[in-house]
């Protein structure tokens, strides 16, 4: 198919001489003796470029974050626990990151906390309870949910959830839960898709097993299918968190920024995300706020590839069982 | 034996992509065709500038540009954003022919300043804007200063009503940040609060929070939303930052490295012409520079022109 492509575009580009070679078969020969060579090229050199590709960004982004401690002379601990970050006060800056990766890291265990109990609920709506229409709707509803973009979600969580949130909790409603709203609904589509697919693949034997000795559906569920599902919904949860962890935009618009460890979940807090889109631009290349942000993107990667590890921890042990 | 032949010639292939990849990143793209278009004839001119840099910038420069190429229908000119500090590292690495910049590239440590040409394109004027309920309309420096460095806590204290006060900052290095902190809160650090970016969300979570407190420039006070506040009794008005009595206020600076090439003198000349000076930079709610009865320098010394 592929080949005769090929042929059929080459005499339409340069017809004469093509038509000539078409004739003696040249093409065809030569197309024939090297399509294996030249089809195992492509598709090595895409794999290899993938690998390039995540090669030279580790290596891209250590060499970068690593610049503040190696040039700027920064020390690595004050750094990571220091929770003053104060990088343009005139008389001795500080850079300390703790308050970003602790917002982080509550963001993103709040996100999940938020989400898991729905995303859970809807995927046994759509695989155990209404299998038929419950998976008709559900599934351009998690469709369409997956398709909005970030900023739409911060747009939302700006004029509805801040508001919602001033009116019933106090404070400016730009806070840690905001934050921890928008995203658990972004990774809401996530965790469901992945959650349902892993209690469909629950072998059915067990599931009427458990009907014969009479348990009813929600004993079933309950007792047989989720720990059966188990490690598989853990995966759906870390798969969701990961990406909780990495969203910036919406975040950044109901979070409120503020450079201080929060004191409840109705303070304002920051990310590591989001202080990095937000002072990146405003920073020179080779400045110490520069390097310092750069160090924020490193402890990024190195988190969002420890998450990566416990993913790939959790499925081996799945499917060591 | 074979597939481990195999691995170690990927992984060779992949770190010299790397290297290739890295010697790129280091920016030898220089002078994206300006210097071409120097014809001695003034009058055609033609060739390609590109700007880039501060986003309070970018609107009145994509303005002035849009109108330069209606004039001159070979030139071309591309006016990206990208932040202050963004635009002064790419005019010193020489990939932005123009760097927009808030601040005075002298403010940034690691930037050769004495490289750059500097052109005061405009001046804006800031103030606090403030939640009409918190029930300020004036406030005098000391005052200002107490609430942004969180000495005082709630309204009352300062002559207001019973309103806690909520600080609305911007991120570090911004240019608005960096002018507010330097002449109104005259280099104190701010305590801290909500950071926001844009200008219109800040003033849309002042407008709506009871009590908040953040900084803009004058042009975005153009409705009841938010209280514009005076300081020391001064109105944040145009005339007085023109005459020099309210002091926060900034240049707007456009940047090159060096003489610029014709193309971009072109330009840079339209701008300071009295048709963009006092239409576009108008219209933007900027102040012309020509108008302005002070001048001031990189370390923020405020002198009589």
């Known amino acids: 198919m592929g080949i005769n492509k090929t042929v059929t575009r080459r005499s339409f580009e340069n017809k004469p001489e093509s038509s000539l070679l078409k004739d003696k078969g040249l093409i065809k020969r030569f197309t024939d003796r090297n399509s294996e060579g030249r089809g195992k090229l492509y598709i090595y050199s895409s794999a290899i470029l993938m690998i390039a590709a995540v090669v030279s960004i580790t290596l891209f982004l250590t060499l970068q974050g690593l610049r503040s401690f190696t040039v700027d002379h920064l020390n690595i601990w004050d750094f990571l626990t220091g929770s003053e970050w104060y990088p343009d006060r005139a008389e001795n800056p500080s850079y300390g990151a703790w308050p970003f990766v602790f917002g982080s890291i509550s963001v993103t265990l709040l996100a999940a906390l938020i989400t898991t109990p729905v995303a859970i609920g809807c995927a046994i709506f759509m695989t155990e309870v209404a299998k038929k229409w419950g998976q008709r709707i559900l599934q351009p509803v998690i469709e369409i949910l997956v398709g909005i973009p970030s900023v739409v979600y911060g747009l939302i969580g700006l004029s509805v959830i801040v508001p919602f949130m001033r009116h019933h909790f106090g404070g400016t409603g730009l806070s840690l839960l905001s934050g921890s709203i928008v995203v658990g609904i972004m990774i809401l589509p996530t965790v469901t898709s992945i959650a349902a697919d892993s209690i469909r693949a629950v072998p059915d034997s067990l599931r009427e097993a458990s009907y014969a000795i009479g348990a009813t559906q929600w004993q079933t569920i309950w007792r047989v299918v989720i720990p059966a599902a188990g490690s598989s919904l853990i995966t759906a949860i870390v798969l969701g968190m990961s990406r909780a962890f990495g969203e910036a935009l919406a975040v950044q618009m109901v979070i409120g920024n503020a450079r201080h460890v929060p004191h409840s979940i109705f303070d304002p807090a920051a990310t590591l995300t989001t202080i990095i889109t937000l002072s990146m631009g405003n920073s020179t290349t080779g400045s110490v706020l520069n390097d310092a942000l750069w160090s924020l993107g490193l402890i990024l990667l190195v988190i969002s590839y420890i998450f990566i590890v416990i993913i790939r921890f959790l499925s081996g042990r799945r499917n060591a069982r | ?305």
């Open chain 2, 1 to 305: 034996m074979k597939k481990k032949s195999f691995l170690a010639v990927a992984l060779f292939l992949s770190l010299s992509l790397v290297l290739v990849l890295g010697a790129c990143g280091n920016g030898s793209k220089s002078g994206s065709g300006a210097s071409s278009s120097s014809s001695s004839d003034s009058k055609q001119l033609s060739g390609k500038i590109t700007i880039g840099g501060s986003t309070a910038l970018q609107p009145l420069a994509s303005q002035a540009a849009k109108q330069f190429m209606d004039k001159n229908p070979g030139v071309q000119i591309d006016v990206q954003g990208g932040g202050s500090g963004t635009g002064l590292s790419e005019v010193s690495a020489g990939n932005f022919d123009i760097g927009m910049s808030d601040v005075f590239a002298e403010s940034k440590s690691n930037i050769d300043a004495k490289a750059l040409k500097d052109y005061k394109v405009a001046v804006v004027g800031m103030t606090a804007a403030v939640n009409p309920e918190a029930g300020v309309k004036n406030l005098s420096k000391a005052d200002l200063q107490k609430v942004f460095t969180g000495k005082v806590k709630n309204w009352k204290e300062v002559g207001g009503n019973d309103v806690k006060v909520q600080l609305v900052n911007r991120p570090d290095g911004s240019g608005t940040r960096a002018t507010f902190d330097q002449f109104a809160l005259d280099g104190k650090t701010p305590a801290e609060g909500i950071t926001q970016d844009s200008t219109n969300t800040v003033r849309q979570i002042i407008a709506e929070q009871p009590g908040a407190i953040g900084y803009m420039a004058l042009s975005y006070f153009s409705d009841k939303s938010v209280v514009k506040l005076s300081i020391d009794g001064i109105k944040a008005t145009e005339e007085n930052v023109a005459s020099g009595k309210f002091p926060v206020w900034a240049y707007e600076h456009m940047y090159t490295k060096g003489e610029p090439s014709p193309l971009v003198k072109a330009f840079i000349d339209y701008m300071m012409s009295p048709e963009v000076q006092n239409g576009v930079v108008k219209g933007a709610g900027y102040l012309s520079t020509n108008k302005m009865q002070v001048q001031r320098d990189a370390t923020g010394k405020t002198t009589n022109k």
